[in-house]
């Protein structure tokens, strides 16, 4: 039987190299249901390949043309908006969900896809920056596995393959270090959203590629592998690693490291979520030791104070990471609008961590008003910058 699986987000980078390795196994990967924001061509394109049962455009201002696109594949049934996305993962026939939604907006169908015990291959951050104690008791409740798709957070959950429970005595979290690496504060006063889309390992869609450039991207990391491995903040080391060779590493007690090392290519992770425990052939490039370097290199927090928030923000716990995903979420748009300055964009969430009220012991309706409160207090501070 092949293993049916449902790509939240399929037009984005992580979707369309998950169609990819579907495309490489046919005899064992299905895509069941296929999903987009916006983008209604893209998907009608992945539909007429891959013939899914279901597509879901989450913009219902895009149903019309999307049906129209598929008029002529009737065993294409086409649903349009966030409740057909709550729907569809709970269908009987998906077995795996990949949430590969861009932000807060993964939060909801990945909570329906866990209560419909539906494994879970997470590549959406936001879900466990913003409700990771929430999502980690519903995992239990529902005893849905949850598998890391993130590069850094797969290479960690591999390096833990065969260590049942051995103690961790850190976590070394590896960071490109972005465009703006060598920077200094004064050239980073005049950056632009095209000079921070220009990444220097990886191929992403344009809000994580901010949230690189920022640094918040490996914020979120250090949140999620907090609640991923159940390993506190402070044993959680970021390293820049500009070679985005070695992915991420475990330090055990008796000082032995265990790392996960390939080029910087998405596919590897996701199919390991896929796949595990088991390891089938891919194609795409090998990696070459000989033609690499090794470089690893402190973070600067100072300069890039969004990584320094997000531990601020852990540690706080409650809705504080809620708090401080929303605000970014708004100053990360923003940015590449030209609404705000690259350093504006600390400041900001910064601001709005002093304002939006705090709860110690959030529940899920908590999250949704702390999401809009923090939402609306960023607006209004960037409007007013």
Not at 131 to 144: F, K, R, S, V, W
Not at 246 to 256: K, L, M, P, R, T
Not at 296 to 318: H, Q, S, T
Request: net charge negative; proline share 5%.
């Amino acid at each position: 039987m092949k293993q049916q699986i449902c790509i939240l987000g399929s037009t984005g980078s992580i979707g369309t190299q998950a169609l990819d390795v579907i495309s490489q196994h046919p005899d064992l990967y299905e895509a069941y249901a296929l999903t987009a924001n916006k983008r209604w061509k893209e998907l009608a394109d992945q539909a007429r390949r891959f013939h899914p049962s279901a597509v879901v455009i989450a913009d219902e201002n895009y149903y019309e043309s999307l049906s129209s696109a598929l008029s002529d594949m009737p065993d294409i049934k086409v649903y349009a908006g966030a409740k057909a996305l709550e729907e569809i993962v709970e269908s009987p026939s998906i077995d795996m969900v990949l949430t590969a939604m861009v932000g807060y907006s993964g939060l909801a169908p990945t909570i329906h896809a866990i209560k419909a015990k539906k494994k879970i291959c997470l590549a959406n951050k936001e879900t466990l920056v913003v409700a990771g104690e929430l999502i980690l008791q519903l995992a239990q409740q529902y005893h849905t596995p949850i598998l890391p798709v993130d590069s850094e957070h797969s290479a960690i959950f591999q390096s833990l393959v065969g260590e049942d429970n051995n103690e961790i005595e850190k976590i070394l979290l590896t960071c490109s270090g972005g465009p703006f690496r060598t920077f200094t504060h004064e050239q980073l006063k005049s950056v632009t959203s095209a000079d921070a889309l220009k990444h220097p390992t990886w191929e992403m869609g344009a809000k994580i590629t901010i949230d690189s450039a920022s640094l918040m991207n490996k914020g979120f990391e250090v949140i999620e592998a907090k609640w991923l491995f159940g390993v506190p903040a402070d044993k959680i080391q970021v390293l820049i690693h500009p070679q985005s060779i070695v992915h991420s590493a475990v330090q055990f007690v008796d000082g032995g490291v265990k790392a996960q090392l390939g080029v910087p290519d998405m596919r590897l992770p996701i199919q390991y979520a896929f796949s595990f425990p088991k390891r089938l052939p891919l194609n795409g490039d090998r990696l070459n030791l000989f033609s690499h370097p090794l470089e690893f290199f402190e973070p600067d927090v100072e300069k890039f104070k969004c990584l320094a928030m997000a531990y601020e923000a852990i540690n706080k716990g409650g809705n504080m990471p809620c708090i401080v995903n929303a605000a970014n979420e708004i100053v990360n748009a923003g940015f590449r609008q030209g609404a705000c300055s690259f350093l504006a964009m600390g400041d900001i969430i910064e601001q709005t961590m002093q304002r939006v009220a705090f709860d110690k012991n959030p529940d899920y309706d908590i999250y949704v008003q702390t999401d809009a409160e923090a939402r609306r207090v960023a607006q209004s501070i960037m409007n007013n910058k």
